[in-house]
């Protein structure tokens, strides 16, 4: 094959013009800090980074949802320790005002307080939480319970929303509980109901039994801070893990895209060096003449 001095001329102004992109690579990562800064740079690694991206945009999702959910959770246990605070005075006046020492002039006094408890237990189940009521359950936009006409409590129909939310990928958690939980299932409303009419009645059989339904309901209320600690404690173990994974994820990412300035000099001046020899070569190739070759 023949190779003349304009193929010499082209093959050495390609390998300069190569070198004029390395540089410019080069510069741009010293001034930059990053290996690319566009994904035809490095498609592999674009990819790579692309897929740790929305790895870390789901796990922001995920503690998110967490925080919300941690912030529910806190607020019924809020709610549940002042429903165990106003039971355990109902309770306290129940024994007092069923006893033998009590009489009829004692029990309305101790109906007064009992409908002021009853009016605090209506206005914690209709607790809010941004906006909404938060023992609504599926209809959340109105008030879980209210006052009839007769002045006893009334538990609208509480449709159980979803209250499970997703912490990791294929995994959730259930948040905080409805009115019908707290406060109908576990007797809360009727023991309350069943004291205040026994006291207004002057019924002192009555009102020692409310006594005992107020106990079961204080049972019931400390079930359900067992089960709302357990879902707390689920999901602070979900969090660690996802802080951790977050860590992973971040330093792989800075691992992949990265570039340690030393190391990006280094490379610099390497392409700096190579360009300066092509200049070097390209020069005598250009003033080569046949006297050269005589």
Not at 16 to 26: K, V
Not at 137 to 143: E, L
Request: hydrophobic fraction near 40%; avoid cysteine; aromatic fraction near 4%.
């Amino acid at each position: 094959m023949r190779i003349t001095n304009n193929v010499l001329l082209r093959t050495t102004l390609a390998g300069i013009q190569d070198n004029l992109r390395s540089i410019q690579r080069s510069t741009e990562r010293v001034a930059s800090g990053h290996w690319f800064r566009r994904a035809s740079d490095d498609p592999g690694i674009a990819g790579t980074v692309q897929r740790t991206d929305s790895q870390l945009e789901a796990l922001n999702q995920y503690q998110s949802n967490i925080g919300s959910a941690r912030s529910r959770l806190m607020l019924e246990e809020t709610v549940l320790g002042q429903v165990t605070d106003l039971l355990t005075r109902a309770r306290g006046l129940a024994t007092r005002e069923g006893s033998s020492n009590a009489n009829t002039d004692s029990r309305l006094i101790a109906k007064k307080e009992i409908d002021q408890l009853r009016q605090m237990i209506v206005e914690l189940g209709n607790t809010r939480f941004e906006g909404l009521y938060l023992f609504g359950g599926a209809h959340a936009d109105r008030p879980p319970l209210q006052f009839d006409e007769h002045g006893n409590i009334v538990i609208n129909e509480i449709i159980p929303a979803s209250n499970e939310v997703e912490i990791s990928a294929e995994r959730l958690a259930q948040v905080n509980h409805d009115a019908g939980a707290i406060f109908d299932e576990s007797g809360v409303v009727a023991a309350l109901d069943a004291l205040s009419a026994a006291l207004g009645a002057d019924d002192r059989e009555g009102v020692a039994a409310s006594g005992s339904l107020l106990s079961d309901s204080l049972d019931e209320i400390q079930a359900l801070l067992g089960d709302l600690g357990a879902r707390m404690i689920r999901l602070d173990i979900a969090e660690a893990n996802i802080d951790a994974l977050d860590v992973n994820l971040r330093t792989f990412r800075s691992d992949m895209t990265e570039v340690e300035f030393e190391e990006a000099m280094t490379e610099l001046i390497g392409r700096q060096t190579a360009l300066q020899a092509a200049l070097v070569a390209t020069s005598r190739i250009l003033h080569t003449t046949l006297t050269d070759y005589l």
